[in-house]
């Protein structure tokens, strides 16, 4: 019946039943699937520059890319 209830798998249900039974609520609250890596993560002044591009021009990734290589220098 939770299932119906809450529209979700058998699986997802006993999953959510093994982590509340093992952590009880905080168990349930969402999680990152895996940790930052901070090796792929590109500098914070390209990831601002990115930011800005997409936010004032709503430029797409490749368009944005172009731009970083022409104007900056940056691939």
């Known amino acids: 019946m ?3 209830h809450w529209g979700i798998s ?3 249900f006993y999953r959510w039943k093994k982590d ?3 952590k009880g609520e905080v168990g349930l609250i969402n999680s990152k699937p ?3 890596n ?3 993560r ?3 002044i390209i990831e601002e520059r990115i930011l800005y591009l997409r936010k004032n021009y709503h430029l797409e990734q490749t ?3 172009w731009y970083l290589a022409r104007y900056h220098g940056l691939n």
């Open 2 to 4: 939770t299932c119906r």
């Open 10 to 12: 058998r699986d997802t």
């Open 20 to 22: 509340y039974a093992a």
């Open 34 to 36: 895996c940790p930052e």
């Open 38 to 40: 901070s090796a792929v």
């Open 42 to 44: 590109v500098d914070p």
């Open 63 to 65: 368009k944005i890319s």
